[in-house]
């Protein structure tokens, strides 16, 4: 059984960076394609970014170029996401996601496995 566990998030003020983490147990990350989703207040939960099987090739969505870095430490079965400059608007519950699929899915539906999320918050 594949478990998520992400943790970091927090109350941070506009300008500030901050990294959140998810740990990955029941598999390996080399097994997995693994991404982070979003949900703001309000909204639906999104997509931000997401890495392959092999950590070769990661895809951001366009909002999340720049100011978001997606990482991952294999010895330790966890990946991270690294949010530098952050605005009011990143504002959410940051959710990791696994799939079992080949490709880096967009869409929730593609994903097998979900952690609880982590609240960020971006104080103005």
């Known amino acids: 059984q594949v478990q998520l566990v992400e943790s970091g998030g927090g109350l941070v003020q506009t300008g500030d960076s901050l990294r959140v983490s998810c740990v990955v147990s029941?598999?390996?990350?080399?097994?997995?394609?693994i991404s982070w989703f979003r949900q703001a207040p309000g909204k639906e939960r999104e997509f931000v970014v997401g890495s392959d099987r092999d950590g070769a090739d990661i895809y951001y969505t366009p909002s999340a170029k720049g100011r978001l870095s997606f990482s991952s430490d294999a010895a330790k079965n966890t990946v991270y996401l690294q949010m530098d400059n952050l605005k009011a608007e990143d504002t959410a519950v940051y959710y990791c996601?696994?799939?079992?699929?080949?490709?880096?899915?967009?869409?929730?539906?593609?994903?097998?496995?979900w952690g609880q999320g982590t609240q960020v918050t971006v104080s103005s």
């Open positions: 029941g598999r390996t990350l080399s097994a997995l394609v």
């Open positions: 996601a696994a799939s079992r699929a080949g490709w880096i899915p967009a869409n929730q539906a593609s994903y097998n496995y």
